[in-house]
């Protein structure tokens, strides 16, 4: 009987092979698998929330939690040179898009530079909160808003770098006992030209004195203060006077209201650090008051002046490794940096609230950066949670794995 069962089969398993034939004898039940499992995943589609407002002075807490996309021409004009932080940048670029989730700190902030009275002196707006909870990405909403609302950007992307991670230092050449950077200062030259050349253009500012940085370089007074930036970038040497130059210059035009002058600087409470990583010959570390550059951007914190604004972050990473106890003010600030921006306004950029945690997720999974359909179910993201305390960089570091 069993050699009767074999021949008639073998007809069979020689015009199907056996797994055909297996495949044969279950397919009712895979098209059954295959039809549900195709409902499923229609089923469990998730797509990021976003909106088509792609301008931030447009933004209102109806957007809060969605996402809104940054051209790629707008990302290369005002951050090409820096301001988004390089791992965010890195995902970004996996994603094939620079995307921002609109946040209540970033609108607070927005609001309260629309109803500023520029005729007093600048309001200062300090971002400040725990690591990682998005104060520089905030910082970017708000500088795009201050650059399509027509402010003139005066941005440090981190003010931190020229302290820990400068590329040179060299003795001032106009003032003994002060130091430049003068490659980072061409670097910060080319960012203030890409941000803010076609605004120059149309505000036709021009320099109110003479410069003479040599016997031969010499910039006239009444010419046009992109002269003043191009005379840095082409003689590294000056850069950094021409940048301390230069502030003083936006401070006199802001105040004869003839532009609107922002400073936006993520990690301000880096200029009052007690010591850099530059030593001097006796081998003491040099006063961060002691750079150019420094001094360039703290002039533009005094009550002098109006017509601008100050926004930055208070953030303890850019501080000392022995003073990162606190994330509070006037802890992370000391005793000369909160004199020298009093009265200020804090800001809290505190961790994701429920509707932004969940926002995040179906990002990730809409960008297939999430992949794993465990993470993106109710107990997936009670997990992430659980895990991340809704951190937003704690939360992209445990969703690289999955």
Same mark, same amino acid.
């Given at each position: 009987?069993?050699? #009767?069962?074999?021949?008639?089969?073998?007809?069979?398993?020689?015009?199907?092979?056996?797994?055909?034939? *297996?495949?044969?004898?279950?397919?009712?039940?895979?098209?059954?698998?295959?039809?549900?499992?195709?409902?499923?995943?229609?089923?469990?589609?998730?797509?990021?929330?976003?909106?088509?407002? @792609?301008?931030?002075?447009?933004?209102?807490?109806?957007?809060?939690?969605?996402? =809104?996309?940054?051209?790629?021409?707008?990302?290369?004009?005002?951050?090409?040179?820096?301001?988004?932080?390089?791992? =965010?940048?890195?995902?970004?670029?996996?994603?094939?898009?620079?995307?921002?989730?609109?946040?209540?700190?970033? #609108?607070?902030?927005?609001? $309260?530079?629309?109803?500023?009275? #520029?005729?007093?002196?600048?309001?200062?707006?300090? #971002?400040?909160?725990?690591?990682?909870?998005?104060?520089? +990405?905030?910082?970017?909403?708000?500088?795009?808003?201050? @650059?399509?609302?027509?402010?003139? %950007?005066?941005?440090?992307?981190?003010?931190?770098?020229?302290?820990?991670?400068?590329?040179?230092?060299?003795?001032?050449?106009?003032?003994?006992?002060? =130091?430049?950077?003068?490659?980072?200062?061409?670097?910060?030259?080319?960012?203030?030209?890409?941000?803010?050349?076609?605004?120059?253009?149309?505000?036709?500012?021009?320099?109110?004195?003479? $410069?003479?940085?040599?016997?031969?370089?010499?910039?006239?007074?009444?010419?046009?203060?992109?002269?003043?930036?191009?005379?840095?970038?082409?003689?590294?040497? =000056?850069?950094?006077?021409?940048?301390?130059?230069?502030?003083?210059?936006?401070?006199?035009?802001?105040?004869?209201?003839?532009?609107?002058?922002? %400073?936006?600087?993520?990690?301000?409470?880096?200029?009052?650090?007690?010591?850099?990583?530059?030593?001097?010959?006796?081998?003491?570390?040099?006063?961060?008051?002691?750079?150019?550059? $420094?001094?360039?951007?703290?002039?533009?914190?005094?009550?002098?002046?109006?017509?601008?604004?100050?926004?930055?972050?208070?953030?303890?990473?850019?501080?000392?490794?022995?003073?990162?106890?606190?994330?509070?003010?006037?802890?992370?600030?000391?005793?000369?940096?909160?004199?020298?921006?009093?009265?200020?306004?804090?800001?809290?950029? @505190?961790?994701?609230?429920?509707?932004?945690?969940? @926002?995040?997720?179906? $990002?990730?999974?809409?960008?297939?950066? +999430?992949?794993?359909?465990?993470?993106?179910?109710?107990?997936?993201?009670?997990? *992430?949670?659980?895990?991340?305390?809704?951190?937003?960089?704690?939360?992209?570091?445990?969703?690289?794995? *999955?």
């Amino acid at each position: 009987m069993a050699g #009767l069962m074999s021949r008639n089969l073998l007809p069979i398993i020689h015009h199907f092979g056996t797994s055909r034939l *297996l495949q044969t004898q279950r397919s009712p039940f895979l098209r059954e698998a295959r039809c549900w499992s195709s409902e499923l995943a229609t089923a469990v589609k998730i797509t990021a929330p976003r909106t088509s407002v @792609s301008q931030p002075g447009l933004h209102t807490e109806d957007h809060l939690g969605l996402w =809104y996309t940054l051209e790629p021409d707008v990302v290369k004009r005002l951050f090409g040179l820096g301001g988004i932080p390089k791992s =965010y940048l890195l995902q970004c670029k996996t994603f094939a898009e620079t995307c921002l989730m609109i946040r209540k700190p970033a #609108l607070t902030v927005i609001d $309260y530079i629309k109803r500023s009275n #520029l005729k007093l002196p600048p309001n200062k707006i300090m #971002l400040y909160g725990e690591d990682g909870t998005g104060k520089s +990405l905030s910082l970017v909403h708000i500088a795009q808003f201050l @650059s399509e609302d027509g402010w003139l %950007l005066v941005h440090v992307p981190w003010a931190t770098q020229w302290r820990r991670n400068f590329k040179e230092i060299a003795p001032s050449a106009s003032v003994p006992g002060h =130091y430049d950077h003068p490659l980072d200062s061409v670097i910060w030259l080319q960012h203030f030209r890409s941000q803010n050349l076609e605004l120059l253009k149309t505000l036709q500012l021009e320099t109110s004195e003479q $410069y003479e940085w040599s016997r031969r370089d010499i910039t006239e007074a009444g010419v046009p203060l992109m002269s003043l930036v191009e005379q840095g970038i082409s003689r590294a040497r =000056y850069a950094s006077d021409c940048i301390k130059a230069l502030t003083n210059e936006l401070k006199k035009h802001a105040t004869a209201g003839r532009c609107k002058v922002a %400073l936006v600087a993520d990690g301000i409470n880096t200029f009052f650090c007690s010591k850099s990583r530059y030593r001097l010959e006796d081998l003491s570390y040099l006063e961060p008051q002691k750079f150019t550059i $420094y001094q360039a951007f703290m002039n533009m914190l005094n009550n002098d002046w109006n017509n601008g604004i100050v926004v930055g972050s208070v953030d303890r990473l850019a501080n000392d490794g022995q003073r990162r106890d606190s994330y509070l003010p006037r802890y992370v600030l000391r005793q000369m940096g909160w004199e020298a921006l009093d009265p200020f306004i804090p800001i809290l950029v @505190s961790n994701y609230n429920e509707l932004e945690m969940q @926002s995040i997720i179906d $990002y990730y999974v809409d960008r297939h950066w +999430l992949q794993n359909p465990e993470g993106h179910s109710e107990i997936g993201r009670r997990e *992430l949670v659980s895990l991340s305390g809704c951190n937003p960089y704690m939360l992209m570091n445990v969703t690289k794995s *999955l």
